[in-house]
């Protein structure tokens, strides 16, 4: 199996999901390390890692999801729940760009009182006072979802909209495992797999920038991330290379009704390789410094060519995350890897894809 598997990854062949669980199960993880290096040097130079400097905007907890492996959310007529403001959500905005940062993330959750007009609301406010000096996702594929279902209209319907009033990017989140048992049994108030997958199709097809992502580390088998990764290859061959990138990270479960215990980092590792062998469609796979920290920038050396410096995310943190502020010390962790770190540039007034300024 080893030489078998080595002449397809050096051939440049596509590796299925029996070879793919294999490397899961047997493969030795210095020989991981090796083939998703030369995965990884098929769309970028070996030496070179990609890096944002964003915040994600938690703008409310409130959320009907009930998902159990989530300590952030609080249920409707809470006395903890809360909507940021316009002036919180800038304040924050205003803070990350003072530090070099051009993106946000908006991450809430299924409120149940914010319809998809206090969105366009807030895009085009944001897009008034900013225009196109900064750049954000405006909401999670399964937020998309629930706000078009709000709504009563289709999900194609439910971005163009959002695209119309400034919005450029939706990302992958709420995808955590993509298979319809794996959220019968954590959440079953979400939708299904088969749903998310159909949203993130029209999401590309209305125009919008999207992203793949996963979480890992539950209680979820093999065999599900491997559906879950057969699902994101089949999403990008059926459009064409839609989705810009694939960001995995790992639960984590300080506080929350699942529990448990956190991912062991060379799992992490094994799984960042397995992902760049076997989404040979996807150009950028994306390493977790916000559920990693410094262990994120050594999966740069299992096929990952990217990674936020993040600022802020309430759901993570409240599950048990711990946030480098000093960006400083995450740049030098990259450099200490033997990599490049090299800004890339999200706002539209970039002439290129990845306008490259090394720090």
């Given at each position: ?105 908006f991450n809430g959750g299924f409120n149940p009182k914010l319809g998809i007009n206090w969105y366009c ?108 990764l057969s699902r994101v290859r089949a999403l990008q061959d059926e459009t064409h290379g839609g989705l ?72 993570t943190q409240m599950a048990g995350a711990v946030i480098n502020r000093d960006l400083g010390a995450v ?29």
């Amino acid at each position: 199996m080893i030489e078998h598997i080595d002449r397809k990854i050096r051939n440049n062949e596509r590796i299925n999901t029996e070879e793919a669980a294999w490397l899961y199960r047997c493969a030795d993880l210095n020989q991981l390390r090796t083939w998703a290096g030369i995965a990884r040097s098929r769309y970028h130079k070996s030496n070179r890692a990609t890096y944002l400097i964003m915040r994600i905007v938690n703008y409310t907890n409130v959320c009907v999801a009930r998902c159990d492996y989530c300590a952030f959310y609080r249920l409707p007529n809470s006395p903890e729940g809360y909507v940021l403001s316009r002036e919180q959500i800038f304040e924050k905005m205003d803070e990350i760009m003072t530090l070099g940062g051009d993106f946000v993330g908006f991450n809430g959750g299924f409120n149940p009182k914010l319809g998809i007009n206090w969105y366009c609301e807030l895009f085009r406010d944001i897009r008034k006072k900013y225009g196109e000096r900064i750049e954000f996702y405006g909401l999670t594929v399964a937020e998309l979802m629930y706000v078009a279902k709000k709504a009563k209209i289709s999900y194609y319907e439910a971005a163009a909209t959002l695209k119309k009033a400034g919005n450029h990017w939706i990302t992958g989140g709420g995808a955590e495992v993509l298979t319809n048992a794996f959220r019968k049994r954590h959440s079953p108030q979400k939708y299904t797999a088969d749903d998310f997958m159909d949203a993130q199709k029209q999401i590309i097809e209305a125009g919008v920038q999207t992203t793949g992502t996963m979480v890992i580390g539950f209680d979820e088998s093999i065999e599900e991330r491997l559906e879950h990764l057969s699902r994101v290859r089949a999403l990008q061959d059926e459009t064409h290379g839609g989705l810009f990138s694939f960001l995995c990270w790992s639960y984590k479960p300080d506080h929350t009704v699942l529990g448990g215990e956190e991912l062991a980092r060379e799992d992490y590792w094994r799984h960042l390789a397995v992902s760049r062998i076997f989404l040979d469609n996807v150009k950028h796979i994306r390493t977790s410094v916000l559920t990693q920290n410094e262990h994120a920038l050594t999966g740069l050396h299992y096929g990952a060519d990217d990674f936020d410096i993040p600022f802020e995310d309430e759901v993570t943190q409240m599950a048990g995350a711990v946030i480098n502020r000093d960006l400083g010390a995450v740049i030098r962790q990259c450099r200490s890897e033997g990599f490049e770190p090299v800004f890339r540039k999200t706002a539209r007034d970039s002439q290129a894809d990845f306008h490259q300024r090394v720090v």
